[in-house]
């Protein structure tokens, strides 16, 4: 019974971050047909810079509980920036080029800005392990359990609904529903794509920077954090479809189950857990769960 | 026509979901015949073609190709075993040249009439394709990448990519669509006669009525998923059904 | 007649490999370390050439290190654990292990295409990853040593055995392009291309785009294969590194910039990517990524046609 | 013939190395300077080695180590990035650089690898921190050029298994928690023998694989807690260390348990004060806290500390040790020794460092033994330290001589030599 309000809760849990790490990438793809692999270092980043500014926060003695607000802050604020250079700066240049090449510029830009992480920071760990220990813990079912790490469920379901509302309610929501449908269209009735792609690809890095930020009260923000995260998240969003928001949703909680279960009954196989699922729903349905296969016209 | 026909349909029927597209379908061709499909949009002269290419499997019924039963066989299969199809928007190889696109049809058909680890590029299918290529007058695009050509050049080529291996039947899906209307004669003109020239069966689907009573010597007419008439082109376009449901419906709607 | 087909001149690669042959010759006498860096770039090179057949076909393999692992564990295996060192068993060992490999998962991943091929292709070669990892008995991580091999029973002085082995290298390299150039002037590699274009029209033009993605999918193992024995036999390790997806990242990124010009170019592509690296990591140690990522970046952005389009007139991609 | 065509193809790149001066020792330190492996190895070990060298080009080392240089040469070093192809990159600082040795190497995988190069291209070659014990036993086993100063993974496991038994804990029920990967399944296999051939019966509850580099171990904590182990085992190092203690301690983990982390002393710099009290730790031999005092360990503290504001960790002490062995060395050659001199003067060698004496007495000769302290953590005004210190001499956590360290734990520790 212990045993499995374990792996209820380690699921759930895990699936929460893995939610918040993939769903940045499957927007950008939905919408931009760009397999971010900088997602990876944008993820990086977000953890050095909320490892960093909370440090000088605390630093300066000021107040505990609005550590959190200076950490939202500074993930929205360095999300937006970074996703607004990486797509005025570099991106914007290769619009309409080929998936695969596109994949090669994200994976140069993350070579670039992986160093460019440690020339800012060093190789040095960095913590901010304050926020982890604020809440606390509870018991549940006689299994200690981080506030902390439960509220980043919360977290995950608020932010993701938020997305979720914006696409489905907001004017540049639906107009961004629109390109996705089909862009030559959208651009033709009058939507600006240019626009939506930088707003998009802003958003898109936003969650990571928040994946990141979130993630670093947990750990030692060192070099190579973003190296893992981005395979995860490609196993994420390719189990659920690639471009589903829904579908990163549920490939997260199908990848987080099945390591939450491998951990508590199969430690042996944890390692590749995630990838088998992913090979398996994949040799099923080849699109992934929530794919939208478009057949095409003859 | 007492010889036995080439191709020949029973009871042909399609359904998608409680939708039917198609009913009742009995079609038989004959060598030689060249015969148009006409009918308005959502008529089921598609899903014809689809079904009798392998497209579509049939819900009912059977279709049946020099004596043998092919309901349901792969569009690859078909091909194979001489049924080809041009399509209503053009299918071809966008990157490459005419020629490339020419010897490309030339060369999937070594699958079957040869071994495909052979040498693919010899001088008698370069010859080939160019002689294919000149057959429907595209020989000066040889060397034009196609995704640059204009709409008719781009079906022609689909059309002749379809008839490279003097297929006994070949369907053409309205060869003419989205060609200019003081086009679509010369064009008719240019992939027709060519085809005619061999032992094939053409059937082409057609909106245009001078086309269809120009270049088919039979006609059948399609309304809501069956057939209306069947016969002599002058016949079937002189039919008071035909005129109120199919050339109203197409033409004068 | 042309005989240029496909943006590539078959008649010319003959020529380009007699190139590839004269550098490779050259190559013998280079300072040893830049041999040996040019020797496991050419197995290096078999896989991003690997890679690039399959793109012609629009598929892009971004675990084509399964194969490169495979191949460089059979060697390993076999000489490590079994104690066969004769070069030939080896390699032919390697290829055919490869081959069944491709085989096998061709069967699976020729339906597959896009973006789709690229991920599962990622995910297989992340589990024999995973797998490895876990076999303790290999040495896991740290991977296993292979011994010095023998030439039919012949075990070359210490002194000749690097001549020895780059000169088995660059001769096979250079028997694979040919292998590879005749393979691509068949129908099965022909229709390749046809089907990134457009497998409707194939299919009904009564071809089986699965059969020519099978085929091609096994030709690349097949080198890949052959490369991975290479590897080992040339760095006297192996270890699950050479399938994991940065390895496969590697080709990808070097049979994309290399074009479709010619076989060698994939060849001579790796090497330069290999040889950008080492210098950059003389340089600058602390940011030799941060270079290596401007030089990719700069090619993409440079050389949209790929390097092969500096010597290729009609090289457009 | 291939000399001229050398000459005339390559002469720009080649030749950097060869027209340094005469009276310089060029030395090729391959460190991780990239990576997860950076922070916690390759950052003190390069420090350490920048401190050594300048040291001993400036003869500030206290004796006997106070002449200048190595062999009387001044240094001039190399740094590499080791997280590259090793086999290539060792060839490079050989071949194209010219080193005339390397210092270096902290991956097992790496050294595994290089091992035969350096003997191949005959080049003197000191790995400083890899733990496999493979690298003499199967790789190397007859070396010539190829040394390792600092001790095998092997006292870890067993002078862990030896502390907690001796130390009194239950060990009823033992978990582990180690990364997926050669060395953290060498450990386990390791710590799970040794306690098997001490006859501690104890049942392993758990085996916690999470992948290197995974940082979030929720999961694995939930599974160890609800194990309810009366003792763990962790050989976790770097940034999985650090997350696993932040992550483990506030859920009570160590309350409930005893967690042991081999490379616990690292965690003391950065995360020292969330080290839950009772946690036992060990720097992996006599290195850091568990050094003796002398006078080489007083100057390499002080000094680290004052150059570059922390207490040095266990991987810069190693750093300073295979330094030190290569001066030994050198030293013990005599004036105008070669580096092939060097090595013949090293094999056997028992030299001073800052850890006491390191006796070159394995791989006839090559690789180092050492002891190993373990004791449990205190916090002592903010700062952490150790207590209930236990030290195990190295004839009682190496295998003798001639044996393999598996068979040695599998024999139930045949020939230790234990107080």
Known sequence: MLKFTAIMLDGLNYSAWLFL???GLTLIYGVMRILNIAHGAFYAIGAYVCASTLGLYYGAGLPEALAFLAMGLVA????????????????????????????????????????????????????????????????????????????????????????????????????????????????????NVKRIFATTFAIGTFFAVVGGAVTAPKIAVTPGIGVEVIILAFAVVVIGGLGSIPGAAIGAVFAGYARALSVHLAPEFELFAIYAVMAAVLAVRPHGLFAKVSGRKI | MTQTPILTTEGLEKRFGGVVAARDISVALHAGETVAVIGSNGAGKTTFVNMVTGYLKPSAGKISFRGRDITGMSPRDTARAGIRRSFQISQIFPELTALENAMIAEIAALETKGSLSSHAITDARMHAARGVLARFGLE?????????????????????????????????????????????????????????????????????????????????????????????????????????????????? | ?????????????????????????????????????????????????????????????????????????AVGLLSAKLGITDVFVLLASAVVVALLAGALLGLLLARYREIFYAMLSLAVSMILYGVLVKAA????????????????????????????????????????????????????????????????????????????????????????????????????????????????????????????????????????????????????????????????????????????????????? | MKKIATLACVSTLALTGAAMAQDSIKIGVPVFLSG?????????????????????????????????????????????????????????????????????????????????????????????????????????????????????????????????????????????????YAWGQDNWRDFTGALDALGTESKYVSNQMPQLGAGQYGAEVSALLTSSPNVVYNSFWGGDLEAFVLQAAPR?????????????????????????????????????????????????????????????????????QAVLGAKAAYAKAGEGATAADAAAAMTGLEF????????????????????????????????????????????????????????????????????
């Open chain 1, 21 to 23: 790490v993939a769903v």
């Open chain 1, 76 to 191: 929205l604020i360095a999300g937006v920036v970074l996703g607004l250079a990486v797509e005025r700066g570099v991106l914007r240049f290769l619009y309409g080029k080929d998936e695969v090449l596109m994949v090669l510029v994200t994976y140069a830009l993350f070579l670039i800005l992986g160093d460019a992480v440690k020339l800012i920071w060093g190789v040095e760990s960095y913590f901010v392990y304050q926020p982890y220990a604020y809440f606390g813990f509870v018991e549940i079912g006689g299994l200690p359990y981080q506030v902390y790490d439960l509220l980043m469920v919360v977290l995950a379901v608020v932010l993701g609904v938020a997305l979720w509302f914006w696409l489905e309610r907001s004017r540049m929501g639906r107009m961004t529903t629109a390109v996705v449908a089909d862009r030559e269209i959208s651009a033709a009735m009058g939507i």
């Open chain 2, 140 to 253: 000066k695009f040889a060397d034009t990448r196609v995704a640059t050509l204009p709409q008719g050049v781009k079906k022609q080529l689909d059309i002749a990519m379809a008839a490279v291996d003097d297929p006994a039947v070949i369907l053409l899906d309205e060869p003419t669509s989205g060609v200019s209307v003081d086009e679509k004669i010369s064009m008719m003109e240019s992939v027709i006669t060519p085809l005619m020239n061999g032992e094939g069966t053409v059937l082409f689907i057609e909106h245009d009525m001078d086309i269809v009573s120009r270049f088919a010597s039979r006609t059948i007419a399609f309304y809501e998923g069956t057939i209306l008439a069947d016969g002599p082109t002058e016949e079937v376009l002189r039919n008071d059904e035909v005129r109120k449901y199919v050339i109203g419906g197409t033409a004068h709607a």
């Open chain 3, 1 to 73: 007649m042309t005989q240029t087909m496909m943006k590539t001149d078959f008649r010319r690669e003959p020529v380009y490999i007699a190139v590839l042959a004269l550098l490779l010759i050259a190559g013998f006498f280079l300072p040893s370390w830049l041999r040996f860096l040019l020797q496991t770039a050419l197995a290096g090179g078999l896989v991003a050439l690997g890679v690039a057949i399959q793109m012609r076909a629009g598929l892009v393999n971004f675990g084509q290190g399964l194969y490169y692992c495979l191949g460089g564990y």
């Open chain 3, 137 to 317: 008995a290999l040495g896991s991580t740290d991977g296993f040593n292979v011994p010095p091999v023998t030439y039919l029973g012949w075990l070359p002085e210490r002194e000749i055995r690097a001549d020895v082995v780059y000169t088995l290298a660059a001769v096979l390299v250079v028997v694979s392009c040919l292998v590879v150039a005749r393979y691509l002037r068949s129908g099965a590699g022909m229709l390749c291309e046809a089907v990134a274009e457009n497998e409707i029209r194939l299919e009904y033009l009564g071809a089986s785009p699965k059969r020519i993605v099978f085929f091609v999918i096994v030709t690349a193992a097949g080198i890949s294969g052959l490369g991975g024995g290479l590897l080992a036999i040339s760095t006297g390790h192996v270890d699950p590194l050479m399938t994991n997806w940065t390895t496969s990242g590697g080709f990808v990124f070097v049979a994309l910039l290399a074009g479709r010009g010619s076989t060698i170019a994939p060849v001579i592509g790796f090497f330069l990517l290999e040889l950008v690296q080492t210098y950059a990591l003389d340089i600058a140690p602390n940011a030799w990524q941060m270079i290596l990522g401007a030089v990719m970046l700069a090619a993409i952005l440079l050389l949209p046609g790929g390097l092969w389009s500096l010597i290729d007139r009609r090289g457009k991609a």
């Open chain 4, 36 to 180: 997860a492996a950076a922070g916690p190895f390759g950052e003190p070990e390069k420090n350490a080695a920048e401190l050594m060298f300048d040291a001993l080009n400036a003869g500030e080392v206290p004796a006997p180590y106070n002449s200048m240089g190595i062999g009387g040469r001044m240094i001039d070093a190399t740094f590499i990035d080791e997280a590259s192809d090793a086999v290539v990159e060792y060839r490079n600082l050989v071949e194209r650089t010219g080193v005339e040795a390397v210092i270096g190497y902290t991956s097992s995988g790496n050294c595994k690898s290089v091992a035969p190069v350096a003997e191949e291209l005959e080049t003197f070659t000191i790995f400083v921190d890899c733990g496999t014990p493979q690298v003499f036993e199967d790789v190397v086993t007859e070396p010539k050029f190829l040394f390792r100063t600092g001790p095998t993974a092997t006292p870890d496991a067993v002078g862990a298994a030896r502390y907690l038994r001796d130390s009194g804990y239950d060990l009823s029920r033992v978990a582990g928690i180690n990364q997926n």
């Open chain 4, 252 to 320: 009570g983990l160590f309350a409930r348990s005893a967690v042991l982390m081999t490379c616990g002393e690292a965690l003391f710099p950065a995360v020292g004060k969330n080290i839950p009290e009772g946690a036992i730790v060990s720097a992996r031999g006599p290195f850091s806290v568990f050094a003796p005092e002398n006078d080489l360990s007083t100057w390499f503290a002080a000094a680290y500390e004052e150059r570059f504001g922390e207490y040095p960790t266990y991987p810069a002490w190693k750093m300073a």
């Open chain 4, 352 to 419: 001073e460092a800052p850890s006491g004496i390191v006796k070159m007495a394995n791989a006839n000769g090559h690789q180092a033994i050492q002891g190993i302290g373990f004791g449990t953590v205190t916090q002592v005004d903010g700062k952490p330290t150790v207590e209930n210190v236990k030290f195990y001499e190295a004839e009682c956590v190496s295998p003798p001589a001639d044996m393999r360290a598996e068979d040695w734990i599998a024999s139930g520790f045949e020939g230790a030599v234990c107080e």
